[in-house]
């Protein structure tokens, strides 16, 4: 369409008055629907051109589709086949049905939140957590806020305030989303103190920077990265003997929250909460939405003393877990009094066995009928969302390969995403990669589906 044709754009007060905008109203608010219109007709008069002519008809289709966007869900529900069980920007990993559950009936009814139903007064609300917490961990004390990042700021900004804090050089890090622990401690108005060199600290090295001005000593675990080769860190409780005899407390950042050893999943043993508070650690510093498989929380375990301190903070009120995602949790948590953690989806992918996903991508490579550019190749799925690093799971994967094709595999990979239920995998040299290690239980015939039909509209397969 040319520019000079833009003039003939309508006015909205004649757009109002056709019948399909009467229809429109049903639906939506006279107020949404004008301004929709008043944005629409506004970009039409920056466009240079449109690619149809602007007739009453299209700016109601239009119209149409802009309304839909503000309906979709959000975050979309997603098939995860990346190859990367605790994606974050996937929201990690999926909750347990039991969470689900306690959430939506929390979320659908009043509740005793905050409301002793024995004493008939205002109670805690977080009164049940700290009884399970604190009996998973042998903790003295715990409280939960919205997210790890806010629990380490916080328990600095209550207890080390204008004062000085002591960091390993190597653990002076940056996690995902840019948090960088000196800026948290900067933020949190306490002083960094950079403590031994990248890769060697000795117990030592802390002893000789306390003073009066110091306020702890923070330990932060490398859950996302790791430094080889020539390396030293002392044992924990080594730092803690020391630190106890010069009246220092020790922090620990432990980020992952693992409450579970590690090992019975063929995996590298990967620190506990537990083993931290039988360290002797004063606080540790974990997340809910990690390897505790839970909705995002942060929780601090450890000393009475300093809990309390957090606790009369004003800073915790304004970063307190509300009742939907408090219920989540607690649910979640419960689960780890028995075996029934098992149940939580992070440990059921974990738990599946590398032959019966092999057998299965056997199978789609056998149905999808091309073996020119299918293979079952071997592949490594990563746990991500920052725990367990460099650390993987042998899996098996689809490999669709267009090294030899006009078409390239972001093609496929595009139209895979752009399905009512994306489905998300993995490029690499222009080959495509579908990892079922992730896919939950119950959507393999839609990813199957799913790829069958999006390869035959590109005549990849008959």
């Not at 990367?84 to 009814?109: D, H």
């Not at 995996?267 to 997340?287: M, N, R």
């Not at 690093?389 to 595999?409: G, R, T």
């Amino acid at each position: 369409m040319s520019n000079n044709h833009l003039r003939n754009i309508p006015s909205i007060q004649k757009i109002s008055e056709h019948k399909l905008f009467k229809q429109f109203s049903e639906t939506y608010s006279r107020e949404i629907l004008i301004n929709e219109l008043r944005i629409l007709l506004d970009n039409y008069r920056h466009k240079k051109s449109l690619d149809s002519d602007l007739t009453l008809d299209f700016i109601f289709q239009d119209l149409k589709l802009k309304l839909d966007e503000l309906h979709e869900n959000h975050p979309k529900e997603i098939i995860n086949v990346s190859g990367v069980i605790l994606q974050t920007n996937f929201g990690r990993a999926p909750l347990p049905i039991q969470a689900i559950k306690a959430m939506e009936r929390v979320g659908s009814n009043y509740s005793n939140l905050e409301y002793d139903l024995e004493e008939n007064k205002r109670g805690g609300r977080l009164k049940a957590f700290k009884k399970i917490i604190n009996r998973l961990t042998q903790a003295e004390n715990s409280i939960v806020i919205n997210n790890n990042a806010s629990a380490v700021f916080l328990g600095l900004r209550a207890i080390c305030s204008d004062k000085e804090v002591l960091v390993s050089r190597s653990e002076s890090v940056e996690i995902g989303g840019g948090f960088r622990v000196p800026d948290v401690l900067s933020e949190s108005n306490a002083i960094l103190i950079d403590v031994g060199t990248t890769n060697k600290t000795y117990v030592k090295d802390y002893e000789s920077k306390i003073n009066s001005r110091t306020g702890c000593i923070l330990l932060v675990h490398q859950s996302n990265f790791k430094i080889e080769g020539f390396t030293f860190k002392p044992e924990i409780k080594d730092i803690v003997k020391m630190a106890n005899k010069n009246n220092v407390p020790v922090f620990y950042d432990l980020g992952s929250g693992c409450l579970i050893d590690t090992t019975d999943y063929s995996l590298k043993y990967e620190p506990t909460v537990q083993d931290a508070i039988s360290d002797g650690v004063d606080l540790v510093f974990f997340s809910g939405d990690k390897l505790i498989g839970g909705p995002q929380a942060g929780i601090i375990a450890g000393k009475d003393e300093y809990i309390k301190i957090i606790e009369n903070h004003p800073l915790t009120r304004a970063l307190r877990l509300d009742k939907i995602l408090l219920s989540g949790l607690i649910a979640t948590l419960q689960l780890y009094l028995s075996d029934k953690y098992k149940e939580i989806p992070l440990w059921n992918i974990l738990n599946k066995k590398t032959e019966d996903i092999y057998k299965l991508v056997v199978k789609w490579k056998k149905n999808l009928k091309n073996d020119s550019i299918l293979q079952v190749t071997k592949s490594s799925t990563m746990i991500g969302g920052g725990s367990i690093p460099e650390q993987s799971v042998d899996s098996y994967s689809l490999e669709i390969n267009f090294e030899k094709s006009s078409i390239k595999a972001d093609t496929l990979n595009k139209k895979l995403k752009s399905r009512k239920t994306p489905i998300l995998s993995r490029i690499k040299d222009n080959k495509l990669y579908i990892d079922p290690i992730t896919i939950l239980h119950g959507q393999e015939n839609e990813v199957f589906k799913a790829l069958k039909e999006e390869m035959k509209s590109l005549n990849i397969i008959d």
